[in-house]
Nanobody, 122 residues
Framework: QVQLVESGGGLVQAGGSLRLSCVAS????????MGWYRQAQGKQRELVAD???????HYADSVKGRFTISRDNAGNTVYLQMNSLKPEDAAVYYC????????????????WGQGTQVTVSS
């Protein structure tokens, strides 16, 4: 099992910045990809950004150039630096970790954090 704890959400004015953190604990050795998703009220959850253990990153088009995802060397903490925030960025942000357990076949598990609210005032 993997437990994820997010922090860093809050209220910010449009154009401001926030930094989200997500710390993984438990069976973290097999964690491969960690990422951030968000879900605005009345909308589906969507990928914001993710990062692999090799440092490969992916971003939603809507956040490219404004958000940066990073991961600490130990691999169990992921950050999301959010700059130039817009009202449309307001949502609950969820951390996700994908754990790949070696084997034949390998087993893939996905874990979610409890979410952290980001509110952007115009």
């Amino acid at each position: 099992q993997v437990q994820l704890v997010e922090s860093g959400g809050g209220l910010v004015q449009a154009g401001g910045s926030l930094r989200l953190s997500c710390v993984a604990s438990g069976s973290i050795l097999d964690i491969n990809t960690m990422g951030w998703y968000r879900q605005a009220q009345g909308k589906q959850r969507e990928l914001v950004a993710d990062i692999t253990t090799g440092g490969i990153t992916h971003y939603a088009d809507s956040v490219k150039g404004r958000f940066t995802i990073s991961r600490d060397n130990a691999g169990n903490t992921v950050y999301l630096q959010m700059n130039s925030l817009k009202p449309e960025d307001a949502a609950v942000y969820y951390c996700k970790a994908i754990r790949v357990v070696p084997g034949i076949p390998q087993t893939i598990y996905g874990y979610w954090g409890q979410g952290t609210q980001v509110t952007v005032s115009s």
